[in-house]
């Protein structure tokens, strides 16, 4: 699913993807990594869930 998002985008023109990824989310974080994601940096506190508030990691992929 990865190979044909990457595909795709690179015909639609774009040169990299961005995403957030929540920071308790490990697994998740770990499978973009694994796809070629760099960590770009961290929004503290960006996300609000069930009244915690949770850090984001900000990362990116160039195609």
């Known amino acids: 699913m990865f190979e044909s998002t990457f595909e795709d985008a690179k015909l639609k023109g774009y ?3 961005f995403a957030y990824v929540r920071g308790d989310n490990e697994r998740a974080l ?14 503290k506190k960006h996300a609000r869930v069930k009244g915690v508030f949770l850090d984001e990691v900000l990362i990116e992929k160039w195609l």
Not at 35 to 41: A, E, H, I, N, R
Request: aromatic letters at 12%; hydrophobic letters at 55%.
């Open 30 to 43: 770990a499978v973009y990594l694994k796809q070629g994601f760099k960590v770009v940096g961290t929004a």
């Open 15 to 17: 040169l990299k993807l």
